[in-house]
């Protein structure tokens, strides 16, 4: 895969659970610990060292430890994330819990946001190519630990009321041949403080209105849960606007 080898894989497979588990850096004592990877610890060491030069990993100033870059986690997702799929259960719980609003648009997408904010402890949000933008769970993004950080806190609930960011999510999907969109850190974000950041939307188009809705958390989140659901939810929200007419 790419330019890594199937040793340099596994490490980085595993790394990324660990990670997405603990929030810490992972280091190769942790590896050898939990994880069967069949190699000394000192391999290990090497083998991080050669995935952080390949850009894969990147070491943080206050451990010996490393963690996923955007590149890690988005290798990982295009390539080795196994989605979970959404129970019949779970699909006849989002239908049921936004299928009295249907013929409103507005009132649609606001139980839809709320939903999913209840459904993945993360913040939802929505937006539609009409101006309108819906969010709900922030209270969810203030335990995770990334967000005790003061100043990224306050520089992303700044950006929630910036319309015009939102849009240019949106037209994103314009030329984007996928029905998930990942954004991850710097990259993705176009701003430094929201390196720990990510997140999963997903895309609904109506007779009328065009729109994305999706969550927004730590870089760090489960995506093999998060995905199914954000397509399910944009699937739905698809349906019911075209049969609505919206």
Not at 32 to 60: D, F, I
Not at 158 to 168: F, H, I, K, P, S
Request: aromatic letters at 12%; glycine letters at 8%.
């Amino acid at each position: 895969m790419e330019d890594l080898t199937p040793r340099q894989v596994d490490i980085l497979r595993s790394i990324i659970q660990e990670y997405t588990e603990s929030g810490d850096p992972v280091g190769s004592e942790i590896l050898e610990k939990k994880y069967k990877l069949g190699v000394s610890p000192a391999t290990v060491r090497n083998e991080m060292v050669s995935l952080a030069k390949k850009g894969y990993l990147k070491k943080t100033h206050f451990s010996s430890g490393r963690i996923p870059s955007a590149k890690g986690f988005r290798f990982y997702i295009q390539h080795l994330m196994k989605t979970k799929d959404l129970s019949t259960t779970d699909e006849v719980s989002y239908k049921n819990s936004i299928w009295d609003e249907r013929n409103q648009a507005h009132r649609l997408l606001q139980q839809a946001t709320k939903v999913l904010a209840q459904k993945t402890g993360l913040l939802s949000l929505s937006t539609t190519n009409v101006g309108d933008i819906y969010y709900s769970g922030i209270a969810n993004l203030l335990n995770k630990p990334e967000f005790f950080d003061i100043s990224l806190s306050r520089n992303f609930f700044t950006l929630l009321d910036q319309q015009n960011y939102w849009e240019r999510i949106l037209d994103r999907f314009f030329n984007f041949d996928e029905d998930i969109l990942y954004m991850l850190g710097e990259e993705d974000f176009k701003d430094p403080s929201f390196e720990s950041c990510g997140s999963v939307f997903g895309e609904f188009e109506g007779n009328k209105i065009k729109g994305i809705i999706g969550v927004v958390g730590p870089k760090r989140m489960y995506y093999d849960e998060i995905s199914p659901q954000i397509r399910y939810i944009a699937h739905l929200l698809g349906d019911i606007v075209k049969q609505q007419g919206l």
